[in-house]
């Protein structure tokens, strides 16, 4: 297929593009390389895709864009991304990376023939739902970030229902693996116990989460792309949970080192648990999670400590 995959040089983005390059796809990816963090982590995630004859990639801003590709499948991924940032004036980023992008994407494609447009969306949209949470619950976001990536899923929606673009969403529950987002807890929590340093964690770490590896969404967005499914929203994660001090000692038992913890307040915004009911991804695209968090840290480990 040729595909285009926006934020093709983000921590999912940039995996996806790999793993799409590596099975013989032809892919097109767009990116605007945001200062949310640094450039240069974003081309390392792309030097093995720049390599690539199937690999091209338009340097640009989707908002600013009168024209896409011409392809069978858009993977849309780019995003300001972030719950505890969300807050205050940056909201505005949010607006425009998050909900006026994706209009812009929708509009463009709206008459064109696309096999699918598969979007990713987040467990924020869900807040603090009851659990384990299935897809049909009331969305009702807690954080602005969660406010803005609802309110695209919502347009990948409309744009089905109304002009028949095969659009699905993916709510993803916190994605790890190598190349994890610089801000995200497996990520600081692994360089911190590798190099001895102190980790803050926000509240007193009972709070737990769906972790999701990398190659699990990956996969999940290739059989989105390829499904005969449109118009509909799927969970996508583990479908167990782990405490933030379970993943901590995890963490630590795996590097062989002690972890340094202290705790700070609270963030606002963030759901006190995340577990998620996966039947719907299983019955409708055939997937289902194949990485549990021990595999899955053992790899980030292996990963990252050939970094640090
Ligand atoms: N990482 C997670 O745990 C997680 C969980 C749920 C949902 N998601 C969603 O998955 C997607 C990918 O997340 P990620 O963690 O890889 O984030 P990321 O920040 O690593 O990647 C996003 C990329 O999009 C680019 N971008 C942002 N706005 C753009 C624009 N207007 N035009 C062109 N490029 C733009 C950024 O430069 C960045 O490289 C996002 O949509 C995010 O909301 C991620």
Not at 128 to 157: F, Q, T
Not at 192 to 206: N, P, R, S, V, W
Request: proline share 3%; with cysteine.
């Amino acid at each position: 297929m040729r595909a285009l995959v926006t934020g093709c040089a983000g921590f999912i983005g940039s995996n996806l593009t790999d793993r799409l390059l590596a099975e013989g796809h032809e892919v097109i990816g767009i990116e605007r390389f945001s200062s949310y963090y640094s450039r240069e982590l974003k081309e390392r995630n792309i030097a093995a895709a720049r390599e690539s004859p199937d690999f091209s990639m338009l340097e640009d801003d989707i908002v600013d864009m009168e024209e896409f590709p011409d392809v069978d499948a858009v993977f849309h991924l780019s995003a300001q991304a972030g719950v505890r940032a969300s807050w205050g004036k940056s909201f505005d980023t949010y607006i425009r990376d998050n909900i006026l992008a994706t209009q812009r994407l929708l509009e463009f494609y709206k008459d064109r023939e696309l096999k699918k447009f598969v979007y990713s969306s987040t467990s924020s949209v869900y807040g603090d739902a009851e659990l384990p949470v299935r897809e049909d619950r009331l969305v009702r976001p807690i954080s602005p970030y969660g406010v803005s990536k609802l309110a695209a899923e919502n347009l990948c929606y409309l744009y089905w229902k109304n002009h028949g673009l095969p659009t699905v969403s993916l709510r993803y529950f916190t994605v790890y693996g190598p190349r994890q987002r610089p801000d995200m807890g497996i990520n600081r929590f692994t360089n911190a116990i590798l190099k001895g340093e102190k980790i803050t964690i926000f509240g007193d770490g009972e709070q737990t989460r769906d972790f999701t590896y990398v190659d699990d969404v990956v996969r999940a967005n290739y059989l989105a792309a390829t499904s005969d499914v449109s118009g509909e929203s799927f969970n996508i994660a583990a479908g167990s949970s782990i405490s933030v001090n379970d993943l901590i000692s995890l963490i630590a038992d795996t590097v062989g080192k002690p972890a340094i913890v202290e705790h700070s307040g609270k963030e606002k915004g963030d759901a006190a648990h995340t577990l998620a009911d996966t039947s719907k991804a299983k019955e409708l695209l055939g997937w289902e999670a194949e990485v549990d968090i021990r595999e899955g840290i053992a790899r980030c480990v292996d990963w990252f400590s050939q970094r640090v």
